[in-house]
DNA sequence: TTGGTACAATGGTCCAACCAATTTCTGCAT
DNA sequence: ATGCAGAAATTGGTTGGACCATTGTACCAA
């Protein structure tokens, strides 16, 4: 007994979107553009508009899209028609814990492109760390700490230069957990008021294509953040807040 | 330059979601459960039938449900309704770039894990890693070389007593993807063999209680592991395939 | 130049119907 | 009773058309 016809079920959805990649890299669509209308895709593709949105909700969820309410669709990642999805999902509350876990899977990665960064950085790579470091100096002193913005700048350049795009994918998602916290709970402590220094450091490591050095230095970073995070935490506890 | 309002815009099928999540907490709903009907969502929820396929549509994109038509739409994962989505997508998921790029990822967090165990292990969880060690290094010597599921199996105890169950997701979708590698490509070289001897080192100081060791052994592992993988590919290259 | 207003384009929601696969029920033959 | 084929109900998949909410743009007036 063979069971091979599992094709041409009913899926016209993910036909839809194996059409659309080719569109994409037929069009050389970069990330930040935008694509065609719904109606317009519906209509090409001689399916109905629902179908469509269907499909583009599909690639929403897995933040290859973004669709913006009177304006359109536009593309948020790479697309090609052989990518694989996989798509992690889990449970991760909001209390504590759950924070200092992300912190830790954020700690190893940091450590690990840090690294990269060193053995891999060309000059023009170095430079745009350089520049974003300076960057969040400024920040840093003109607004008497607190340059969160800036700061993560500074950490996704170096992401990006690390040349593995996983990197910044998985950071950056973390990087939304990390905001339901700064947004509620703990006060906006003075948060990288200790890691601060640090940050140069790192960037020294890498500029002299020490990866050892680069990935100590990242580590002591997060220690530090982790650290202020416990101090923040306990006085919270201290003052009876849940 | 204040640009906090993205407050509210026009989400229903976000609320949907969270709706459903916590219905399906309320119930106990388990994986392989079947969820109401779309139509009596629609009704209860007090959206349209539309709504509600596009917010399970997000749903079965993320892998978190199974749509049968004429049967039911059912659970494929636990839900809770804070949920940290992890949507990662690999570019051609066939190179021997794409295998780097997840092998630095592991490094990164295997050897955040290892030292993580290394503070946290307690007697019992470090007798389980010495049982998985052990295990590993019988089937080893054994069957000569090749002990892919043992060697598994120690890595994931790691992970599981690193008191962190991030790692152990990460790592175990990872997973998923190296295998499609280890099937077709690169034919099953002597994987580990070279990888071998610091499986032991990297328990040695874990027991040791020595957490910068355990970090640096698990990346001496892991680099062992990349040495092998780059070698292979040399060869495959040399042999003129592709 | 500035500021507002009307209008068109676009994504978001809704409805009502029909299609396609699956499951369940029904009733007949054994 | 039992087994099974066919009808009917259930359920996800698709369609077309309509309307709403937001955004972008062109145009006009102060």
Redesign the interface.
């Known amino acids: 007994m063979f069971d091979l016809p599992p094709l041409q079920a009913?899926a016209r959805d993910d036909a839809v979107l194996n059409v659309l990649a080719d569109f994409v890299m037929q069009e050389e669509l970069k990330p930040g553009d935008r694509l065609p209308t719904e109606r317009v895709l519906s209509e090409r593709l001689k399916v109905s508009r629902?179908t469509v949105?269907?499909a583009l909700?599909?690639?929403?969820?897995?933040?290859?899209v973004e669709r913006r309410?009177g304006s359109g669709t536009y593309l948020k990642?790479?697309v090609?028609r052989?990518?694989?999805?996989?798509?992690?999902?889990?449970?991760?509350?909001?209390d504590f814990e759950s924070l200092m876990?992300?912190l830790?899977?954020r700690?190893?990665?940091?450590?690990?492109?840090a690294a990269?960064c060193a053995l891999r950085a060309g000059p023009a790579e170095l430079e745009l760390i350089r520049q974003k470091l300076e960057t969040m100096e400024e920040a840093f002193h003109s607004r008497a700490g607190m340059s969160s913005d800036e700061d993560w700048d500074f950490h996704q350049a170096i992401y990006r230069v690390?040349g593995?795009?996983?990197?910044e994918?998985?950071i950056s998602?973390?990087h939304?957990?990390f905001h339901r916290f700064w947004e509620h709970p703990l006060g906006v402590r003075d948060f990288g008021h200790a890691s601060f220094p640090y940050h140069r450091t790192v960037y020294e490591r890498i500029a002299a294509r020490d990866a050892e050095g680069a990935r100590s230095e990242a580590l002591k970073l997060i220690a530090t953040v982790e650290a202020d995070l416990r101090r923040g935490d306990a006085n919270l506890k201290r003052a009876g807040n849940r």
């Open positions: 009913t629902t949105r269907e909700t599909r690639w929403e969820g897995l933040g290859l309410q990642a790479a090609s052989d990518m694989l999805h996989l798509p992690l999902t889990f449970a991760s509350g909001n876990h992300t830790e899977i700690r190893g990665l940091e450590a690990e492109a990269l690390s593995n795009p996983l990197f994918q998985i998602a973390m939304e957990l």
